[in-house]
T-cell receptor
């Protein structure tokens, strides 16, 4: 089954404790992206990757890192999480980035930073 | 400005057609319009996309104005499962915004 998986689905952590949210897709997609969703603000793009070793900032990249060492994986790294990073995070992938075709979204990761 | 403009919410009766509008007055001639929807407690899912002419698929139809400054997502026969937030985005700048919350009345 074609899908985007994220782990963990739920995470409660404390300020400053490094964490990684994994994202994996099995569709051989070139384009992958991370979004955060907050009440009243909609979905905002954090980082995206057009292919292996190619990443770029989205609209809200501060406090986040990403890497794309393999085509299927695109982890989101929070080196020193803060409470304002409490949010619902979605990973997405698409077969190509221009024009951006259908994006497949993961189920989401709900992160709480205390 | 790469944003699109949508009404915050809309309401429709079950089994009736729904027309969801979107304004994108600054869109260029090569930017596609995409529609996604987000059901409660789920990630967004793709609905449809188009460039100039009207498009149809199994989920919906997309009517794009001749000047491309606006478009309309058409759900031909709404069901309760269509209750969701609908996002209109342009692919030169991926901004989901707040979308339109569609309520379906039984």
């Amino acid at each position: 089954e074609a899908q985007v998986t994220q782990n963990p689905r739920y995470l409660i952590t404390v300020t400053g404790k490094k964490l990684t949210v994994t994202c994996s897709q099995n569709m051989n997609h070139e384009y992958m992206s991370w979004y955060r969703q907050d009440p009243g603000l909609g979905l905002r793009q954090i980082y995206y990757s057009m292919n292996v070793e190619v990443t770029d900032k989205g609209d809200v990249p501060e406090g986040y890192k990403v890497s794309r060492k393999e085509k299927r994986n695109f982890p989101l790294i929070l080196e020193s999480p803060s409470p304002n990073q409490t949010s619902l995070y979605f990973c997405a992938s698409s077969i190509r980035d221009f024009p951006l075709l259908e994006q497949f979204f993961g189920p989401g990761t709900r992160l709480t930073v205390l | 400005d790469a944003k699109t403009t949508q009404p915050n919410s809309m309401e429709s009766n079950e089994e009736e057609p729904v027309h969801l509008p979107c304004n994108h007055s600054t869109i260029s001639g090569t930017d596609y319009i995409h529609w996604y929807r987000q059901l409660p407690s789920q990630g967004p899912e793709y609905v449809i996309h188009g460039l100039t002419s009207n498009v149809n698929n199994r989920m919906a139809s997309l009517a794009i104005a001749e000047d491309r400054k606006s478009s309309t997502l058409i759900l031909h026969r709404a069901t309760l499962r269509d209750a969701a937030v609908y996002y209109c985005i342009r692919d030169d700048k991926i901004i989901f915004g707040k979308g339109t919350r569609l309520h379906i009345l039984p």
